[in-house]
């Protein structure tokens, strides 16, 4: 994914001459071309990521569009005050990307892991918050990130996320997309999840059961015409590479209390603990159940 965003960025880049990139001492390879099409819109802003976001502030004051780059937990909780104080309180419109998310460096253990990210951005006034689930849906996004006239946050993954898509879907920011539908369960993924959700409606479907697919990419603000739509089924499956502590999952269980409009939710992801000594991202899921395997038994218990 982290591949797609550069060479969005770059093409891009290309005609729109506000935007511009900071990035905090990592991908100087990967943005080779940008620095090709925009070296002076192209600043490596060093191991400073508190200094880059209030950098990006001044800068979109200015009348730029920037984008602040770096691994997750680095662009987000390391400078948490800034973004609040600088971004979301300036209402400026300066994307903050986050790479390698939820566990995608599961080997480099908890100080590289970001299951906390999702519920640090969303409960920030003005933030909007998008997961694209792959390749092809950070590049049905991207554009519209240029239209944004807040702040954003953008949680893309690391790279060889399956592809759900043959070609770009057709996304909007704010919207949920279907790509199956069903009438027994909904299947709500967000982020590189996706393909679990996936895996989990071929096989129940193998079985007889129905279930949606769709992908949540916004997390906020939250497609409410969608999730009044989700009282129609036995149950709502959650499914998302981030704590169950303030996640999407979370923020659906919030929105059913809120408009007294309950759901039968069943919510997958990260537990309340660190985990460590992992050799890879599916050897974490496999830890955690987030995997068809460990969610398809959940699911038929809930049920039953």
Not at 50 to 70: D, E, R, V, W
Not at 147 to 166: A, D, M, Q, S, T
Not at 283 to 289: D, K, L, Q, T, V
Request: hydrophobic share 40%; aromatic share 6%.
């Amino acid at each position: 994914m982290r591949n797609k965003f550069a060479e969005c960025l770059t093409r891009a880049a290309e005609t729109n001459e506000s935007l511009c990139l900071l990035y905090a001492d990592i991908g100087n390879r990967l943005f080779d071309k940008l620095k090709g099409v925009a070296p002076t819109r192209t600043i490596n802003a060093g191991i400073a990521e508190a200094n880059m976001a209030s950098m990006a502030s001044g800068m979109a004051q200015m009348g730029l569009h920037p984008f602040i780059y770096t691994i997750t937990p680095f662009t987000t909780a390391r400078n948490f005050e800034q973004i609040k104080v600088d971004l979301a309180y300036a209402n400026v419109p300066v994307v903050i990307v986050g790479t390698g998310s939820g566990l995608a460096y599961a080997n480099l253990g908890p100080t590289h892991h970001s299951f906390e990210d999702i519920a640090l951005m969303r409960v920030l006034p003005n933030m909007k918050v998008v997961c694209p689930a792959d390749s092809m849906e950070l590049e049905a996004l991207f554009p519209q990130l240029l239209e944004e006239k807040g702040p954003v946050y953008f949680r893309i993954g690391k790279k060889n996320e399956p592809l759900n898509y043959v070609e770009p879907p057709k996304l909007k920011i704010g919207k949920a997309h279907v790509l199956e539908q069903g009438n027994d369960i909904a299947l709500v993924c967000t982020g590189p999840v996706l393909d679990v959700g996936a895996q989990i409606a071929e096989q129940l479907k193998q079985e007889g059961v129905s279930c949606q697919l769709t992908s949540l990419h916004t997390v906020k603000p939250l497609d409410q015409d969608y999730l009044a739509s989700l009282n129609e089924f036995k149950l709502v499956v959650t499914i998302e590479e981030h704590s169950l502590v303030g996640g999407m999952g979370a923020s659906l269980c919030e929105w059913s209390m809120d408009t007294r409009k309950p759901l039968n939710i069943l919510r997958c992801g990260i537990p309340d603990e660190f985990i460590d000594q992992l050799s890879s991202n599916q050897s974490a899921r496999e830890r955690i159940g987030l995997t068809a395997e460990a969610i398809i038994p959940k699911i038929k218990s809930r049920l039953d």
